[in-house]
């Protein structure tokens, strides 16, 4: 069939296709259930200050999931070329999201940063942020392969798949259905519209926040783990001007402590700094290099949970609306397992926490018991005797204690005359 017959044939869902690319369809795992069971844990352990016990099995869920789409990411690197591997576009929605609210749990959850699994969270965060680098490498750097012209059969149903094949009923075919990717079978490759990926509406999306996630990315990646930072570093840079012999103690200690004590205090001082000395090079350079990335660093810190809400909703946009095809559908246990798992987690936390509460309980009413077994009807007040002990002196309550005589020295001098008349 020529190429100049297939604009005569329609396909029913839309315009007439004259140009194809080859994808493979969203995996199940990262699905429309599990991309909002994650976002959910999120949020969860950003907002969940004092449960603890329940936030830490939320990060877990949220840790593991971000962790696999990172390692997952890293390794479809060469997977945008020839045939698009759309797990490329539903991992980033799903990292990007977790590296704005890294910046969100290690700097506003108290309860999570001085934890122990702080040292676990910075480690994932810097997962995250290098596989957000090849992401960004594979969506952006890397460019998409040319379309191919659409094959029709004699009846004028377009070829989606390679299992078509097998009916013999088309003269024509993709290369593209010849190519083999890591983790994927020829099998599943699926043509798809060229509109579809070249959505000049949806690209907007997914590049209006790169700048802001690659921030993120980058500050993961720096160990970045005192509260509001870089704050601290603020606090480091004009602490060593300050302490050296030409400025006052008293003075030093007080701006650091004004510092450290105040939200985003270091950013005052900083510019306190600035405003104060005078102009030298160390100042021309602080100036042009180091305060714009601090002032960057600042609006991330700030706006970290707003960008976090701005970056899902653009990414589901493009998902949900784009048209990209995915191989599970809602109702597949690939979908809602993942949520009936977690539900099942907390359930049993909540089990675990309440029979720990039961059996304090019990040891407080235990407690109560051996002290209602003293008989106060058994106990001479007055006297402060048992009376069931009265024979052998037995006291009870507050006892005042009889005086000790000490020996002196005319005691000494008395027994010595004793001793003589003897």
Not at 217 to 231: C, G, I, N, W
């Given at each position: ?130 596989s957000l680098v090849f992401g960004r490498a594979e969506l952006f750097d890397t460019p998409p392969s040319p379309p191919e012209p659409a094959c029709y059969s004699s009846r004028g149903l377009l070829l989606e798949y390679r299992g078509q094949l097998i009916d013999h009923e088309f003269n024509c075919t993709y290369k593209c259905f010849d190519i083999s990717k890591p983790m994927r079978r020829k099998s599943e490759i ?233």
């Amino acid at each position: 069939m020529s190429v100049d017959n297939v604009t005569i044939f329609h396909n029913p869902s839309g315009p007439p296709v004259t140009h194809i690319d080859c994808v493979y369809q969203i995996s199940g795992t990262y699905g429309v259930l599990p991309r909002i069971l994650y976002y959910v844990t999120l949020v969860f352990a950003i907002f969940g200050r004092r449960t603890e016990w329940l936030i830490i099995g939320a990060l877990v869920s949220a840790l593991t999931y971000a962790g696999t789409a990172a390692i997952h990411i890293m390794a479809l690197v060469t997977s945008k070329s020839d045939v698009f591997d759309l797990d490329i576009v539903a991992a980033w929605a799903v990292l990007s999201t977790g590296a704005l609210a890294y910046i969100g749990i290690i700097h506003w959850s108290s309860s999570v940063r001085d934890s122990r699994a702080r040292v676990v969270l910075v480690c994932w965060g810097i997962l995250v942020g290098i596989s957000l680098v090849f992401g960004r490498a594979e969506l952006f750097d890397t460019p998409p392969s040319p379309p191919e012209p659409a094959c029709y059969s004699s009846r004028g149903l377009l070829l989606e798949y390679r299992g078509q094949l097998i009916d013999h009923e088309f003269n024509c075919t993709y290369k593209c259905f010849d190519i083999s990717k890591p983790m994927r079978r020829k099998s599943e490759i699926m043509a798809i519209p060229h509109r579809v990926l070249d959505n000049p509406k949806y690209r907007t999306f997914t590049v209006a926040l790169v700048g802001p996630i690659q921030f993120a990315a980058y500050a993961a990646m720096s160990l970045d783990a005192q509260a509001h930072t870089p704050s601290y570093g603020c606090v480091r840079l004009v602490m060593s001007y300050l302490i050296h012999p030409g400025h006052r103690e008293e003075f030093t200690k007080t701006v650091y402590k004004a510092s450290m004590e105040r939200w985003y205090g270091g950013y005052l001082a900083l510019f306190g700094y600035v405003k104060r000395s005078r102009w030298t090079y160390k100042k021309w350079l602080l100036c042009w290099l180091l305060i714009p990335w601090l002032v960057m660093g600042l609006l991330v810190d700030i706006l970290c949970l707003p960008l976090m809400v701005i970056n899902i909703v653009f990414n589901e946009m493009t998902l949900l609306e784009g048209g990209y095809p995915t191989n599970e559908a809602n109702i597949a246990i690939g979908q809602w397992g993942p949520i009936v798992n977690s539900l099942l987690v907390v359930i049993a936390a909540c089990i675990n926490r309440g029979l720990d509460i039961w059996d304090r309980r019990k040891k407080v009413k235990k407690l109560d018991s051996v002290v209602d077994e003293i008989v106060i009807g058994d106990t001479d007040i007055e006297s402060g005797m048992l009376k069931s002990d009265g024979d052998s002196g037995q006291e009870v309550g507050v006892v005042k204690p009889k005086l000790a005589h000490v020996q002196t020295l005319q005691d000494m001098e008395e027994l010595e005359r004793r001793s003589k008349r003897m």
